[in-house]
């Protein structure tokens, strides 16, 4: 039976702290990206005239005032329209 150097166990020990450290950090990386997904928000809506009938081709312009970014879309021929990936803020 052969002993192991000194050498060796502590080679062995750096092995196993890295395995370790990188199952973690791979444990983790779908916590984070599931995470950035969530501080995102998809602002839906139907724009229709005083009378309920819906607006087709209506402009819609959505303002982020922390940092003055406008966002712009059209409502299809249901007068639907959609604008995704909104940070958290307050819009007008």
Do not use: C, H
């Amino acid at each position: 039976m052969s002993r192991l150097s000194g050498r060796e166990i502590v080679s062995g020990r750096i092995l196993v702290r890295v395995a370790t450290f990188l199952f973690l950090v791979m444990l983790g990386m779908p916590v984070q990206l599931v995470w950035a997904q969530l501080t995102l928000s998809t602002l839906r809506g139907t724009v229709m005239d005083a009378s309920g009938a819906v607006v087709p081709g209506a402009d819609i312009n959505l303002t982020d005032l922390s940092t003055n970014i406008s966002r712009t879309t059209i409502t299809d021929g249901a007068g639907n329209f959609e604008i995704p990936d909104l940070k958290n803020g307050t819009y007008r």
